[in-house]
């Protein structure tokens, strides 16, 4: 139970930001994204950002930007 709680306060809390910057190792891009904590947040997405370099999630509203 320990290993479990310390685990989890290693994860970020999701929607903490309105922007978040992303490369292409992070692909496929889901919000929220895989270090985020899942239990508080809303249901995962995935977002299409290799087109345009940017997408917003239509849950939090969090703008995503691809920098690399």
């Known amino acids: 139970m320990a290993?479990?709680?310390a685990a989890a306060s290693n994860?970020?809390?999701?929607?903490?930001?309105?922007t978040y910057e992303v490369s292409r190792?992070?692909?496929?891009l889901s919000c929220p994204?895989?270090?985020m904590m899942v239990w508080c947040s809303h249901p995962k997405v995935?977002?299409?950002i290799e087109a345009t370099g940017?997408?917003?999630c239509p849950y939090c509203g969090a703008d995503?930007?691809?920098v690399n």
Do not use: F, G, H
């Not at 994860?11 to 309105?18: H, I, V």
């Not at 190792?25 to 496929?28: E, S």
């Open 64 to 66: 995503y930007v691809l």
């Open 54 to 56: 940017k997408a917003k």
């Open 25 to 28: 190792a992070d692909l496929p």
């Open 33 to 35: 994204m895989p270090d």
């Open 46 to 48: 995935y977002l299409p």
């Open 3 to 5: 290993a479990a709680t």
């Open 11 to 18: 994860k970020a809390l999701p929607n903490a930001r309105k």
